[in-house]
């Protein structure tokens, strides 16, 4: 069972891919609303994945990942990042950060858990 932390500001989004995910039957998921509550939550909960919002107020993406990256239980921890954004400088962005993979919204919710599954595998090869 992969365990993935996902963190978006949007509870629909949230739910959608929770139940997209899960409903798959190998991937186990804890949403979180925001960077700041993601960061509550790897205190006591170590994820495989880690699936974050590229736009999200008070902790970007990018910011709740450098956050995360301090935290040493999960500094290794595999990330993918899901995003309305379309710019190439943004995606670039995120693949320097370390993305194994970038999901845009909208997302299709029959292939988000192979997309996790994928990534999961990638970050295991490396």
């Known amino acids: 069972?992969?365990?993935?932390l996902?963190?978006?500001?949007?509870s629909d989004i949230l739910e959608?891919?929770?139940i997209s995910l899960e409903m798959h039957g190998s991937i186990e998921v804890?949403?979180?609303?925001?960077?700041?509550?993601?960061?509550r939550i790897v205190e006591h909960?170590?994820?495989d994945i880690i699936l974050?919002?590229?736009m999200m107020p008070y902790l970007t993406g990018p910011e709740t990942l450098q956050a995360?990256?301090?935290v040493p239980a999960i500094a290794e921890v595999p990330v993918a990042f899901m995003t309305a954004r379309a710019h190439a400088e943004e995606h670039?962005?995120?693949w320097s950060l370390g993305a194994l993979d970038v999901i845009k919204k909208p997302f299709d919710p029959l292939t988000l858990a192979q997309r996790i599954e994928a990534a999961v595998a990638k970050s295991v090869e490396s």
């Open 1 to 4: 069972m992969i365990k993935l």
């Open 6 to 10: 996902h963190v978006d500001d949007e």
């Open 16 to 18: 959608i891919a929770k």
């Open 30 to 39: 804890t949403p979180c609303i925001s960077g700041e509550e993601a960061l």
């Open 45 to 47: 909960f170590t994820p």
């Open 52 to 54: 974050l919002d590229y």
């Open 68 to 70: 995360l990256r301090k």
């Open 92 to 94: 670039k962005e995120l």
